[in-house]
């Protein structure tokens, strides 16, 4: 009797759902804008930073590589899943090494759980790999789209209870700097290329392999409950911070009124599997999750929907699925049918966490008077980085992961810089950082406030590279111009 309820209340739900995206889902099938077939135009996912640069080349070996640098003398610039939002990844009229060809295993130690990779492997493609182990990656992105090198250059970090930045899972890398040489780094051996290389966005050469501590692949059970978000600290602390089961966990906040928050946690578990796939399919097709994306995106009422309905009858389902499952999403599952007229974009801000209750206000405020178009703000946890010389987590903080969609046009892209920049300030303001990977809309002043360490990174840029040939537009406009403030 029970499930027969529970079977006709998600069926009710469901239609009436159906209903309300009906309309939507079949008118909205516009032809996606075709794709450039130039290589030499390096775009990244927002498709709103085109940079013509002079030769793409696409290694699978380090010779290769080192070749390439000593043959040239012009700016170099490193790129691998281009998902950085703000021409991380290419400056005009370098040469660009495309790293997604060099993407082998080299090798696997499955007693002590790690593993060494090619910079352009991605991550999915070592799921496969370890998943026969019974291994996991230690800490990633949620998406597994992304290379490892790329993640190690943006000291990325996920959903993971207990860890923090990748920084806190990398045992050795090998760069090729800037005199043709391949230097095996870890945190004793040239402390000053790993801590500035991690996090440090391509600036000291090209990263060509990657030696990562891996965990164990356990089962895991989904849990998730709804409070107020000024309930959230006080939750977090006693319930998930320490607790050894829980292995994902985020918080997601609902906009426009960012009054209320979802919390989410998989927990390890014996129990029985009610997903049997070990990864999630590389090849499978996703055409509703964009659209209903889209919905959601285009009106409070798809907002509201997602909160009261849509998760809601998601969440009344048992889920125990394999950890390796739970990291294998697909960024597909996002992409929008074009980015012509609308793109979606991240921002990132991370905030001590005894000051969660002083920037959730200075947030909510932002967001309404400036009519900010967010989809969803997902609060995540880290614990201190390491040292790396750009961190984003000097201390432990509270990640506030801001989704939202933009026009493509002149005036959208004035609005968005415009609250990103209050947002930026509203963030130091709390002792707080802003990520990097985006659009830099940052001023000068602002990165200078949030990353004092950039000074330690231009000693060490000034060794290895003297001519300042490893760039971006992050870079340029950041760490090599010494320009006035």
């Known amino acids: 009797m029970k499930f027969a309820l529970k079977f006709i209340s998600v069926l009710l739900t469901f239609t009436l759902l159906i209903a309300a995206l009906a309309t939507y889902i079949l008118v909205d099938f516009t032809p996606a804008a075709p794709a450039n077939q130039d290589e030499r135009v390096v775009n990244d996912v927002t498709q709103l930073n085109p940079i013509s640069v002079s030769k793409?080349?696409?290694?699978?070996?380090?010779?290769?590589?080192?070749?390439?640098?000593?043959?040239?003398?012009?700016?170099v610039s490193i790129g691998g899943g281009r998902n950085s939002q703000g021409g991380q990844t290419a400056y005009p009229d370098s040469l660009h090494i495309d790293m997604r060809d060099f993407n082998k295993v080299i090798d696997l130690n499955v007693e002590e759980k790690w593993v060494t990779v090619q910079?352009?492997?991605?991550?999915?493609?070592?799921?496969?790999?370890?998943?026969?182990?019974?291994?996991?990656v230690k800490i990633m992105q949620t998406y597994a789209n992304f290379t490892v090198g790329g993640s190690l250059s943006v000291n990325v970090h996920g959903r993971y209870i207990g860890e923090g930045p990748m920084i806190r899972s990398i045992r050795s890398f090998k760069i090729v700097v800037a005199d043709g040489s391949e230097i095996l780094v870890d945190r004793n051996s040239h402390p000053d290329l790993y801590f500035g290389a991690i996090g440090g966005y391509g600036s000291l050469g090209v990263i060509t392999e990657v030696t990562l501590w891996l965990e164990s692949n356990t089962k895991v059970r989904r849990q998730t409950q709804d409070m107020l978000v000024s309930e959230y600290p006080v939750f977090f602390s006693s319930e998930i911070r320490n607790n050894d089961h829980v292995v994902f966990h985020n918080a997601d906040l609902f906009p426009p009124a960012y009054s209320s928050v979802r919390s989410v946690s998989w927990l390890q578990t014996t129990d029985d599997l009610t997903v049997d796939d070990r990864l999630i399919s590389s090849n499978a097709e996703y055409w509703w999750q964009p659209?209903?994306?889209?919905?959601?995106?285009?009106?409070?009422?798809?907002?509201?929907?997602?909160?009261?309905?849509?998760?809601?009858?998601?969440?009344?389902?048992?889920a125990?699925?394999?950890?390796?499952?739970?990291?294998?999403?697909d960024i597909r599952e996002l992409e929008p049918t074009s980015r012509e007229r609308f793109t979606y974009a991240l921002r990132e801000y991370f905030v001590p966490v005894d000051r969660f209750a002083d920037f959730v206000p200075k947030m909510r405020a932002i967001f309404q008077k400036s009519d900010a178009n967010i989809i969803n703000v997902s609060i995540r946890h880290a614990l201190a980085d390491s040292g790396s010389?750009?961190?984003?987590?000097?201390?432990?903080?509270?990640?506030?992961?801001?989704?939202?969609r933009q026009g493509t046009d002149v005036q959208s892209r004035a609005d968005v810089a415009k609250w990103?920049?209050?947002?930026?300030?509203?963030?130091?303001?709390?002792?707080?950082?802003?990520?990097?990977?985006?659009?830099?809309?940052?001023?000068?002043?602002?990165?200078?406030?949030?990353?004092p360490g950039v000074s330690k990174l231009r000693e060490v840029k000034k060794r290895y590279d003297p001519e300042s040939r490893f760039t971006n537009l992050l870079?340029?406009?950041?760490v090599v111009s010494s320009s006035s403030l």
């Open 320 to 329: 125990v699925q394999w950890r390796n499952y739970e990291a294998s999403y």
């Open 475 to 478: 870079v340029e406009k950041y």
């Open 119 to 136: 910079a352009g492997i991605r991550w999915r493609d070592l799921q496969e790999i370890i998943d026969k182990h019974d291994l996991s």
């Open 291 to 318: 659209k209903v994306a889209a919905f959601v995106a285009e009106s409070t009422f798809g907002k509201w929907l997602r909160q009261h309905v849509l998760e809601p009858v998601l969440y009344s389902f048992d």
């Open 420 to 451: 990103s920049g209050e947002m930026i300030d509203a963030t130091l303001s709390v002792g707080g950082r802003y990520y990097l990977p985006y659009q830099l809309h940052a001023s000068r002043a602002q990165f200078e406030q949030a990353y």
């Open 56 to 75: 793409v080349i696409r290694p699978v070996t380090s010779a290769e590589v080192i070749a390439a640098i000593a043959k040239t003398t012009g700016p």
């Open 389 to 404: 010389m750009l961190a984003w987590a000097p201390e432990e903080v509270f990640a506030f992961v801001v989704y939202y």
